[in-house]
């Protein structure tokens, strides 16, 4: 399997302060990182590194071997904190105009997930709760067959029932053996299921790196049980 | 592909506007049509001439606006997570700026000439030929003013984009780095076309009598068969219409130049 991602001693500061100081990440396909860590401790920041949407001030990034710009976005598909759908766009026009830029848009994908999360394609971003509004920027992320795949806090603000479809959606559509991906949460116990590796940051630097298994045994107990007793 | 992807998509966030404002500027200018004869004479001109006024400064506000937009309601993410290049994304903006602000500018334009022409027939003191040659030079004056419309105009929208991506690219002192970006360029051009034209040699320099671009003869003939007489070539002597090419190719090359310094910017610097 070859390296999906590779990051070397990335750092990113905003002003005076290092939001990221100093990180090293390989990430092999097929493997999916939970990306861990109080709010501030640069896991969005780690992500839009990856994602070319920042830049870093130290270090490099590297996707499929080069560098994050229009032809690596081509091969990553990011869901960011933020409500970055046009509002006036409805389902169907938001799935039209984004997939038309990716190759790897599957639409049969898009329609069974459509189904899965109970979407109406007729529905104006705008006019959506924040759980529909989740759902469907998963829509547009999960319904693409890309190399590596960014999850910013996808459980964010959605509620218990919208959680577990969002969950189960993420395990049935996931290319388990194409793609990487990385969830960053701070919501670790209803996802942890799905993590592989697991990298916990606090205040920007890599403190624990593993895999989910070993530190499950190591500190008996789980994820969030390690969560816990790292950051509390 | 991409640029007709990206212009859909700027086409559909502002159709309804657009479209809106179409409607409205007709109902405007059907208003001050209606106005004639019952306002004092040349004011449904005068007001007319000045909606093209403010769309000229309405386009100047907006060519900040359209990649300002994107940053507003958090779409920068989406915008700048797709697999094209920044000069994909700006062209689009661009040319939904000139299909907006070019066809509002043109039409108004042409309202305006509407309601001039009718004023003048509504005076009832010309006759028939007089009033064709009059008509004939007012659609000439419009059609001359076409293409400069539409250049000033582009260039306004580059420089609009280009000080955005400055602004973007610094990220401090928004406001001062905006203007400085948009003035600094106007600035530099001005001068160096001012220098190029001193030396640019004779066959750049392109001038026409402006009796001849409005075609004043047949103007001239009416009087004559009316018994007036006005000599317009002698009135207008020395009065040209001219252009210099190489000021011209000055100002495309420096446009040209933003255009990809701005697409360069949003590319490699420009953050979410």
Redesign the interface.
Known sequence: MGNILELQNVKKRYGTRWALNGVDLTLEEGEILGLLGPNGSGKSTMLKLIAGLIRPTEGSVSINGSRPGPEAKAHIAMLPDADHIYGWMTVKQAIEYVSGFYEDFDHEKADRFIEAMGLDTGMTVAHMSKGMSERLKLVLVMARNADLILLDEPLGGIDPTSRDKIISGIAKEYRWEHSAMIIATHLVRDIEPLFERVLFLKNGQGVLYGSADELRARYNGSIEDVFKEVFI | ??FV?LYK?EF??GQRSFGATLVITLCVMLFFFTRIGRWDTGLPTLVAMMVVFGFGIAAFIKSFDSLKEEWK??????M??????GYSILGAKLAYFMTEFGSHMLLIGAYTAIIMLAEIRSSNTLGNDLYGGIASSVWRAYGLCVLPTLYILTGAGILGLFSYTVVLTIKKFGFWVGTASYILPLWLLSDLSSAVMKVSPGWMHIEIPLSKVLSLGQIESALDRSGGVINFAGLLNGTYVGIDMASVLVWTAGMIGLFYLASWLL???A??
């Open positions: 592909m991409d992807r998509k559909m966030r309601h958090d779409n920068q993410y989406l700048l997570s797709l697999p094209v290049r590319e490699n610097k953050e979410v």
